[in-house]
Structure formats: structure tokens, C-alpha cells
């Protein structure tokens, strides 16, 4: 993996860390609890806990438990589907109860979003693949996978704030294994008890303890170790809608190629290339600036095209998408976050061209 640091490096940290504070989709710490007046529309609603019908491919995930509009995604994205035809079981939706301080921003949205979350499920880790296998256990036709959270890139790297893999043992006491497991990029699912995604150093712990890796992280290994026990026959679609999220995609000079990109029948949209954060993640935002866009596309598509998620033309909605986003980031004075799509299931593999976005 080549070296990227010096003075261009360190240039290109500090304009990501201001990025990463100016309402991209990553991450926030968590803030000292304070007595808040809100009412807790979750306290007495559980997670749904029932088996995975037999029926279900589609996998609608909320992951962040910070800013409402992710499950808001997520309710609207289901409905779609409905509309056009899928039935209640072949959908299974996710989403991560949400902090106190998140309530007292997004309280109203929250209330509203409260009923339609009644019979998701928890998005962690765990709960998230544990599904995909027991779908690829089925041998279905397709999978479809929308997760909708906060991203970061390699966490190792990004913990330690350098460019450079191999100084990392300078920053970490690492086992081994641990890089190749854990200096991924990843996204946020929130759900559960487990460590946040940004807490590199109890993941590494609560690994060391026992727990396996695709129990405390979403990252392209576990995704793709995942999804290959499909059939070479099933189709997969993955949409990802998260800061850093063209990292599932992966550039082959970089980091080498993907595992999710040596799947057969593959497709995976992004909302970024791996080395730019996303937008619209913000308390009060009622969607992302790409997930939004995707779901306002959806329904064009799902109008005009068979409502099974295969037969939808994903390169020309990707094209779609990639209009609008870019368009509301120059209107908003944003850097551009260059959404990203990659697909073999024509035959030759397609992808965004790594020289369209800046590097």
C-alpha cells in the first residue's frame, strides 16, 4: 500500500478533521447526559425480536442512533417498496433507538417516526449479519442491502490521525491479525451495547475478549464474508449512505481490491469515494443529501421498471443521484463527496472512475 503523508498529508487531515465537525455523516462524541423534558417515545417500545420471515431479501438499515433522519430514510425507503408492490415479509427493517440528546434535537421527528419503527429490528453488528446468512442459507434470486448511517475511514489510521499503515505499531500495541481486521474502513451501527464506532481502542478489547469481528463492526470483509454464502446465482445490491462509504468499493492501488468487489453479481452504489465525508447529517435535517436523493429516485425508478430490485437500472440512477448531490454540495458550499458505483452483473465489472473525484 503506497505511503501518502508529508505535507500534502497532514494538509489534507486537517481539512477532513474541519469537515468531520461541520455536519458530514461521521460519528459524534457523545455528550454528558442532561435532565431533558422530552418524552421517550422508545422506553417501552422494544426491537423487534420475531424470526427472520423465510420470505425476506430486502434489508433497510438505519445505523445511527444521533440524527433522526436516518430512520426516517429508512421508513420512507420501505414504504416505497410497498407501494410497488413487495409484501411486509420480504422486507426487514433496522434502526438504533436514539440517544437522549438526539430526542432533544430531533423530538418531533422522533415521535412521528416512533409507530413506523415498531417492528424493526436492532441494527448492530451482530443482528445485521446474523440476517444476511440466514437469507443466503435460503438461496434467494437477489439481496438487496440500504444501510443509512455515519461512516469513518480505516479507524486504525484514523485513531492514530497519520496516512501511513505501516506506522501504525508506533501509535497501537497490536496483535496479530489486528490491522488487517480492524484498519478498515467501516459504518456505524448503533444498536446494542457494544463499543461506537468511533472507539477504536474498546473495540480492539472487546475483540481480544472473544467477540468476532462482524459482532462489533460493518466493514467490507465482514459485509462480503457475509454475502458470499449467497449462490453465484443471487444477485447482490448494497447501497451504502455514509461518509467514506466508497471505501466498501475501494480503490485497487490503494488498499487492494475490495472483497465486495470479487463477489459474483454484484452491485454497490456509494455515497463517496473512500476519502470524503457525505452530507445532511445534522440534528434537524430531515434527510441526508444522498439518501434523500436516492429515495426521491427510487420512486421515479420504481415507477417506471418492474418493482423487484434487480430489474432497476442502477447505473442510470446512480447517474441520477450523483447529478442532484452534486449540484446541492456546490449550492451549499460543500466538498464535493463524488458517490461512487461499482457493478459486474453485466458481464465486464463497471465502476467510477477513481480520477473523477479529487485526491
Known amino acids: 500500500m503506497p505511503t501518502r503523508g ?11 478533521r474541519a469537515l468531520l465537525t461541520a455536519g458530514a455523516c461521521h460519528p459524534t462524541p457523545p455528550a454528558a447526559p ?10 417501552d417500545q422494544p426491537y423487534a425480536d420475531a424470526p427472520l420471515p423465510e420470505a425476506t431479501k ?10 433522526a433522519n436516518f430512520a426516517a430514510e429508512v421508513v420512507e425507503q420501505r414504504a416505497l ?10 422486507i426487514a427493517c433496522y434502526y438504533a433507538k436514539p440517544t437522549r440528546r438526539s430526542l432533544d434535537d430531533d423530538g418531533p421527528q422522533w415521535r412521528a417516526l416512533a409507530p413506523k419503527l415498531r417492528e424493526c429490528y436492532p441494527a448492530d453488528p451482530e443482528t445485521i449479519h446474523a440476517h444476511l446468512r440466514a437469507i443466503a442459507a435460503r438461496s434467494p434470486p437477489f439481496v438487496y442491502l440500504f444501510v443509512t448511517s455515519h461512516g469513518l475511514p480505516p479507524l486504525l489510521r484514523w485513531a492514530a490521525e497519520i496516512d501511513d499503515p505501516n506506522e501504525l505499531l508506533r501509535h497501537f500495541e497490536l496483535r496479530p491479525g489486528e490491522i488487517g481486521r480492524f484498519d478498515r474502513h467501516a459504518i456505524g451501527l448503533e444498536a446494542g451495547d457494544g463499543p461506537g464506532l468511533g472507539e477504536v481502542e474498546a473495540l480492539l478489547a472487546a475483540h481480544r475478549h472473544g467477540a468476532e469481528t462482524e459482532s ?13 454464502e449467497l449462490p453465484p446465482s443471487s444477485e447482490r445490491i448494497v447501497v451504502l449512505q455514509a461518509c467514506f462509504s466508497g471505501g466498501f468499493i475501494g480503490r485497487p492501488e490503494d488498499d487492494g481490491p475490495s472483497p465486495l468487489t470479487r463477489l459474483p453479481r454484484t452491485t454497490v452504489l456509494t455515497a463517496t469515494d473512500p476519502d470524503h465525508p457525505s452530507f445532511g447529517c445534522g440534528a434537524g435535517a430531515q434527510r441526508t443529501y444522498y439518501g434523500g436523493t436516492f429515495n426521491r429516485v427510487l420512486a421515479d425508478a420504481l415507477e417506471r421498471a418492474p418493482d423487484r430490485p434487480p430489474a432497476l437500472p442502477w447505473n442510470t ?12 454540495e456546490v449550492i451549499d458550499g460543500e466538498t464535493p463527496s463524488h458517490p461512487w458505483i461499482f457493478s459486474n452483473v453485466d458481464g465486464s465489472p463497471t465502476r467510477t472512475d477513481p480520477t473523477d473525484s479529487a485526491r
Do not use: C
Not at 508529508?6 to 477532513?16: F, K, N, Q, T, V
Not at 417498496?81 to 420480504?90: F, K, S, T
Not at 462489533?216 to 458470499?228: E, G, R, Y
Open 216 to 228: 462489533l463492526l460493518l466493514t467490507p470483509d465482514t459485509l462480503a464474508n457475509a454475502l458470499a
Open 317 to 328: 440512477m446512480h447517474e441520477r443521484i450523483r447529478f442532484v448531490v452534486e449540484t446541492m
Open 81 to 90: 417498496w410497498i407501494e410497488a408492490g413487495l409484501q411486509d415479509d420480504e
Open 58 to 67: 430486502l434489508l433497510l438499515v438505519a445505523g445511527g442512533d444521533d440524527v
Open 34 to 43: 442532561e435532565p431533558s423534558p422530552t418524552r421517550d417515545p422508545f422506553a
Open 6 to 16: 508529508g505535507a500534502s498529508g497532514r494538509a489534507r487531515r486537517a481539512i477532513l
